[in-house]
């Protein structure tokens, strides 16, 4: 089956900082790639996604590229706030769970003032 | 947010004891999944359904069953409860096709003992 390896922290940086997490992937065929966010004491959200090679997903100044080329997948934010500490999951569609989705073990970012 | 909703939030039990986790959601998508969170693991998928009475095991299936009887409600059971099962479980939703995300509930937080 598909799966995951994303760097598993802890990442500290200080706020403004230039944020990196990498992923990368091992698929069959053409999958989607998601980033979620985890907030403490919450479920997983979307942060974004792309369907096809050389997408872009954007949102609240993240965003990854999909590579095939290097089957990588990795967020970047160029200014991190202190409101960004939360932890970062990677994930790609299943090929065989209905649509489920395979998900990395998760980056911790905490961000300091 | 998504209308998920799990329950309980929190339970305590003991070790041998039935226990079942509910999830309900408003949006009435065809697929919904169970998914158990645990340090080091990321989430790892338990069972799914892709439709009324219609369900699969997912990764990590052995100790647990589902239902489906409704489309708004999926729940997971542990038979026989045991300390391996102490988690984070979490419930999604999501539409059909391979770009569709997934919609997290807030998790129920067991503790077998």
């Known amino acids: 089956g598909n799966s995951v390896t994303q760097m598993e922290g802890p990442v500290t940086l200080s706020e403004e900082a230039f944020l990196t997490i990498n992923c990368t992937y091992t698929?069959?065929?053409?999958?989607?790639l998601f980033w979620y966010v985890q907030y403490p004491g919450e479920g997983l959200q979307l942060l974004l996604k792309?369907?096809?090679?050389?997408d872009k997903g954007s949102n609240k100044g993240f965003e990854a590229t999909y590579r095939k080329e290097t089957t990588s997948f990795h967020l970047e934010k160029g200014s991190v706030q202190v409101s960004d500490s939360a932890v970062y999951f990677c994930?790609?569609?299943?090929?065989?769970?209905?649509?489920?989705?395979?998900f990395g073990k998760g980056t911790s970012l905490l961000v300091t003032p | 947010d998504a209308g998920i909703t799990q329950s309980p939030r929190h339970k305590v039990t003991e070790t041998g004891t039935p226990v079942t986790l509910r999830c309900h959601q408003t949006?009435?998508?065809?697929?919904m999944y169970w998914y158990r969170q645990d340090p080091g693991h990321g989430l790892r998928l338990i069972h799914y359904?892709?439709?009324?009475?219609?369900?699969d095991k997912g990764e990590v299936s052995d100790g647990y069953s589902v239902s489906r009887s409704k489309t708004e409600d999926f729940l997971l059971t542990l038979e026989s409860a045991t300390s391996s099962q102490t988690s984070v479980y979490f419930c999604?939703?999501?539409?059909?096709?391979?770009?569709?995300?997934?919609?997290f509930g807030n998790g129920t937080r067991l503790t077998v003992t």
């Open positions: 698929a069959t065929g053409y999958p989607s």
């Open positions: 949006e009435n998508h065809r697929y």
């Open positions: 359904s892709y439709g009324v009475k219609d369900t």
């Open positions: 994930a790609l569609s299943e090929t065989n769970s209905g649509y489920a989705l395979n």
């Open positions: 999604a939703i999501s539409g059909t096709g391979n770009n569709s995300p997934l919609h």
């Open positions: 792309a369907t096809k090679a050389d």
